[in-house]
């Protein structure tokens, strides 16, 4: 676990050409600072009174087909959800090609002064769990700093700590795109978390390093959803879908947790018979039988029932 200082940890990501693959949970408001905390307890007690941030990972009553997981592949790994203009993102559905991360992932948690020790020690703990969950079934290796510097970075750090990150982000990533540090450090309230990814140099075509802001005001499940639906979007899977479900891959927010759906898109990003850089005139005619293995998988695991 890194105190604010350990920003500088992040040199890693120095020269590295960003991926348009902004994405955020969000509910619009305008909320005074000493607020935020009450403000996200209030909406995730709305999103759950109305049926929404289910926790179930495989609902009987979302059941997909093959040609659903096809679909939704195509949205999800193959679009992105924002894009930058004039130096801010703004929402705009585009095509691009598959990116996954190639080398291993090196992970840091970085914790603001405002969260306490015990919440530290719990969010550190999510994380690490998480990551090792989304490792087996990427088959990408998931190590803690050691002699090298990390390339997927948690913060949790509230509104206060995001403004004076903007500084850090300066000083120890000059070649980070300013729409990313103003994103950061202007975050609104009604962005609920964000992952940022970005490429490892050879042409943008994989993963070589990811930056994730989690809110540090939020608590409970909210806090456990952003984990897991940034540090999941981060490893490629960057956009969101309406279509997709059940899934956090959809802005609808019923679902809070990563489910079993979304786990398969997760498989067959990572199937050998994709490549990087892959278009989706390239990828579809392989995703069917992809798709049918990862099932396949999912069930041997018994993380599926049968369909």
Not at 148 to 168: D, H, K, W
């Amino acid at each position: 676990m890194s105190a604010m200082g350990g920003i500088s940890s992040l040199g890693v990501m120095r020269s590295l050409v960003l991926l348009a693959a902004l994405s955020a949970c969000t509910l619009p408001a305008r909320v005074p600072d000493d607020q935020l905390e009450a403000y996200y307890a209030q909406a995730q007690v709305q999103l759950q009174a109305a049926g929404r941030m289910r926790t179930e990972r495989a609902p009987g009553d979302a059941s997909f087909t093959i040609t659903d997981l096809v679909e939704n592949f195509v949205r999800v790994a193959l679009y992105d959800e924002f894009a930058q203009v004039g130096g801010r993102f703004i929402p705009r559905q585009t095509k691009r090609s598959l990116r996954r991360w190639k080398t291993p992932i090196i992970l840091s948690v970085v914790t603001g002064p405002s969260v306490g020790q015990d919440q530290s020690t719990r969010d550190v703990r999510a994380v690490n769990d998480f990551a090792r969950r989304l490792s087996g079934l990427s088959g990408v290796p998931v190590r803690r700093p050691g002699r090298r510097e990390p390339n997927f970075t948690v913060l949790f750090l509230n509104r206060a700590e995001q403004r004076l990150l903007g500084s850090e982000l300066q000083r120890n990533l000059p070649d980070i795109p300013p729409a990313i540090t103003d994103a950061i450090v202007n975050s609104p309230p009604e962005a609920f978390c964000v992952a940022y990814t970005f490429g490892d140099g050879e042409g943008g075509k994989t993963i070589g390093a990811a930056l994730i802001l989690v809110k540090a005001e939020h608590r409970g499940l909210m806090r456990q959803s952003c984990i897991e639906e940034e540090m999941a979007q981060a490893m490629g899977l960057g956009n969101d879908s309406p279509k997709a479900r059940p899934s956090i891959f959809n802005d609808d927010e019923e679902f809070a947790l990563m489910t079993t759906h979304d786990e398969i898109l997760l498989r067959m990003l990572y199937d050998k018979r994709l490549r990087p850089g892959m278009t989706e005139a390239e990828a579809r005619p392989l995703l069917p039988a992809i798709a049918r293995d990862a099932v396949r998988a999912a069930r041997a695991e018994n993380l599926l029932a049968a369909r």
